[in-house]
């Protein structure tokens, strides 16, 4: 009986045993399900994070490069203010017949700066009125033109590679109404 004893002691050892392991096993499982979790959890926040930062990155260097081309405008604004004054002189020098040879050059060189700068003059007379290449001042009747064509540039406008950095003053033709008397 003694053996029996035994015997039952060590079985219920056995099975204690076992119930701890099996325990301790599925302590284990809950706890390696509970770090995939915050695994997949700390994955997704950092695809979130790197998407934030690409996107932060991204608005960034648009901001810097808003920034840049509008200190260019500005600088192509203020140049072109001082070209459109030469370019005034210069007219006014030739119908007083003075030699402007010189001045010709001149203007060449600052024709050439603004093109090496992608600066292009919007090219307007004879086109329709556009608001977004054109600023209309002064309207003149002509019946032999369409609505809205332009008729003549009052200042040249331009474009520094895709951005309209300063619109044309035009003055665009207007169909005369016909007016009826009925009386």
Known sequence: MAENNEEITTNS?????????????????SQLETEKEKVVSLEKKIQYLLADFDNLKKRSEIDVQNRVNSIVDDMILKFLAIYDDFIRAKDALLKQGANIQGLDAIVKNMDLFLADYGVKPIDCLGELFNPKLHEAISIKEDPSLEDNTVTAELRKGYILKDRIIRPSLVEISKIPTRETNNG
């Not at 204690?16 to 302590?27: G, L, N, P, S, V």
């Open 13 to 29: 050892e056995l099975d204690a045993e076992k119930t701890d392991k099996d325990a301790e096993f599925a302590e284990l499982k």
